[in-house]
């Protein structure tokens, strides 16, 4: 399977481009996954249902089933938070996985850059940037540069950069 990241600060539009992006890629044909970097707090599971009471009971790991979905939600339990490299292999075979954020691990990412964050962009600091998508100029930037909402333009790069084709 093919890795591919999307970086970025908080609010400079990884999401808003991810959801925009998935559906011109599996226009081309391909399968797509996704595995997104929550902060701590997060919790796909709520007070009352049964899932979330197995949980609290002490279970290691829920398995939810019905005849759309499953998910699987696993409790660290005083473990360590698992890097992406041991996240990857949970994951059915796909043509490409897009992760969002991980921003510190070693996969090859587009950077999702915005003036309005205040912030400088990631590249000059992260070798794993192969391109950058914007809606600014970046004065000396060395890499591929993307407007933020060609979003065509953005799958074909993405596509190019993984071996996929890309016209």
């Not at 398995?63 to 499953?70: D, G, T």
């Not at 360590?80 to 075979?93: D, I, K, Q």
């Amino acid at each position: 399977m093919k890795v591919f990241g999307l970086a970025g600060w908080s609010g400079s539009g990884k999401t808003t481009l991810l959801v925009r992006l998935i559906p011109a890629l599996t226009a081309r044909g391909l399968k797509v996954s996704t595995v997104k970097h929550a902060h701590h707090a997060f919790d796909v599971d709520t007070p009352g249902k049964d899932s979330y009471e197995h949980r609290k009971a002490g279970a290691t790991e829920v398995l939810v089933s019905s005849a759309n979905r499953w998910a699987l939600m696993h409790e660290h339990r005083g473990e360590p938070e698992p890097t992406l490299a041991e996240l990857l292999p949970r994951m059915s075979p796909v043509d490409l996985i897009i992760v969002e954020g991980f921003k510190k691990e070693g996969h090859r990412k587009l950077e999702v850059w915005r003036s309005v964050t205040g912030k400088p962009p990631l590249y000059p600091d992260d070798p794993n940037i192969v391109g950058v998508a914007t809606d600014a100029p970046i004065a000396g930037c060395p890499l591929p540069r993307l407007d933020i909402d060609d979003i065509e333009g953005i799958a074909r790069f993405v596509m190019r950069e993984n071996g996929l084709g890309g016209e």
